[in-house]
């Protein structure tokens, strides 16, 4: 099993996916050799509730899992903390719609859910909880509470920080993660389907959210950086750039 952590269905908060859309990044995630991943989308994303209706109402979903163009799709969110920091939660297709619910009442930035509250809110749910680009400067989470730093399933090793910082992020990634004896996972954080394949996670078969985590937790798995990482990311951020300035125009 060939994971990416950490995924985006939308170009951006504001550009959403059409279904076909969609699809079409599905097959491109299975064409980049990824045979499972996680949809990680950004909780304040447009069209975040109907995002997951959509895929309740389109696709077949067994175990804790949608079979999608050859690959298995976990759900999940990506959710802002007010202190700073993005928390990633990977569940059920139920428990992920309903915490999508729950926290738009959270999604405007002077009203981003406290830490503390969200971990609160999270004991209600079975997730996989990953602390994202846990270095990363405009984001990090090192100014947190240890409590909090412990409670972590994993911790990202982000596709984007990579390119951005180099090979010597993953050091200190790993580095910051052993300290709170939090094992590391990899995500590409792609918004766009040329980033697929960046950063890959090799797994035995995992079906459920309770697999997952007896996984990681036993250290079952190996993380693989493509060597073609910098060019794929450089080329997704590219277009990127080129689809929000003619879009948001």
Not at 130 to 141: C, F, V
Not at 200 to 206: A, G, K, Q, S, V
């Amino acid at each position: 099993m060939q994971i990416d952590f950490h995924t985006h269905a939308n170009l951006s908060k504001k550009i959403t996916t059409s279904l076909e859309g969609f699809k079409e990044k599905m097959r491109a995630a299975k064409e980049s050799g990824l045979t499972a991943l996680a949809i990680t989308e950004h909780f304040n994303s447009a069209n975040i509730v109907e995002l997951y209706q959509t895929l309740e109402t389109e696709f077949s979903y067994q175990a804790d899992y949608y079979q999608i163009e050859g690959l298995k799709v976990f759900c999940g969110l990506e959710v802002d903390v007010k202190e700073t920091g993005h928390f990633l939660v990977i569940g059920t297709r139920e428990d992920i719609l309903t915490m999508a619910q729950i926290l738009v009442a959270f999604q405007d930035e002077e009203n981003f859910i406290t830490v503390k509250e969200l971990i609160a809110l999270l004991e209600d749910f079975n997730v996989l909880k990953i602390g994202a680009h846990p270095l990363r400067e405009s984001t990090p989470w090192l100014h947190h509470d240890r409590a909090v730093l412990k409670q972590f399933d994993a911790y990202d090793l982000n596709g984007k920080d990579l390119y951005t910082y180099g090979s010597g992020i993953e050091e200190r990634v790993r580095k910051f993660a052993k300290k709170y004896n939090v094992p590391v996972v990899g995500g590409s954080d792609t918004h766009h389907h040329l980033q697929y394949g960046s950063i890959i996670n090799i797994l035995p078969e995992c079906d459920t959210i309770n697999q997952l985590r007896k996984v990681i937790r036993a250290g079952n798995y190996e993380t693989k950086i493509s060597p073609c990482l910098s060019e794929k990311v450089k080329a997704a951020n590219e277009v990127k750039k080129m689809i929000k300035e003619k879009t948001l125009v």
